[in-house]
Antibody, heavy 124, light 110 residues
């Protein structure tokens, strides 16, 4: 069965960076796009960006440009999301989510499987 | 302020029906497919509806979706206490070049 398993909770100081992993199993890793979405306390869902695990290409939401980097390791079927220059407003649960569309076609921008979430707390 | 507008909360009794609206614009709902997600904090969100009105396998037909113009609606019939959750609509916005979500609607089953 399809599973996305994320790394554990993180506590970081303002200005630091955090790197969250998302290990995929149960399907061909390179065949489906992966997105990152976060939910801050008391807030709604916020899309951060997308990575094509087949070729490594990325597309980030403009508000995260310059601070976020999404990468993948095909040997371990793992996607990574690194967010730098952390501030308190980045405190949130971060989710990876699989796109319904396959990488040979346009992303569907609709997410059929999600990771369990990684809480990131930014506090001095 | 979310790009898509949802009511903050809705409520109904067990067994009843509820609808959740999602209002957008021509650059998002008006030109893209809409998805709906159920989210209980502390768990992974779940896809309920994709492409406006399609249910993934395993989602009961108590959940339905529709779209008209720049608005979409999620319907839930035969409400159960287990349906208490936050519900989000989502779609692609071609002007902003990003996936946008509604602010979420908290469903309470009284």
């Amino acid at each position: 069965q399809v599973q996305l398993v994320q790394s554990g909770a993180e506590v970081k100081k303002p200005g630091a960076s955090v790197k969250v992993s998302c290990k995929a199993s149960g399907y061909t890793f390179t065949s489906y796009y992966i997105h990152w979405v976060r939910r801050a306390p008391g807030q709604g869902l916020e899309w951060m960006g997308i990575i094509n695990p087949s070729i490594g290409s990325t597309n980030y939401a403009q508000r995260f440009q310059g601070r976020v980097t999404m990468t993948r390791d095909t040997s371990t079927s793992t996607v990574y999301m690194e967010l730098s220059s952390l501030r308190s407003e980045d405190t949130a649960v971060y989710y990876c989510a699989r796109d319904r569309g396959i990488t040979g076609q346009t992303s569907k921008k609709s997410f059929d499987y999600w990771g369990q979430g990684t809480p990131v707390t930014v506090s001095s | 302020q979310s790009v898509l507008t949802q009511p903050p909360s809705v409520s109904a009794a067990p067994g009843q029906k509820v609808t959740i609206s999602c209002s957008g614009s021509a650059s998002n709902i008006g030109s893209s497919f809409v998805s709906w997600y159920q989210h209980l904090p502390g768990t992974a969100p779940k896809l309920l509806i994709y492409d406006n009105n399609n249910r993934p396998s395993g989602i009961p037909d108590r959940f339905s979706g529709s779209k008209s113009g720049t608005s979409a609606t999620l319907g839930i019939t035969g409400l159960q206490t287990g349906d208490e959750a936050d519900y989000y609509c989502g779609t692609w916005d071609s002007s902003l070049s990003l996936v946008v979500f509604g602010g979420g609607t908290k469903l309470t089953v009284l």
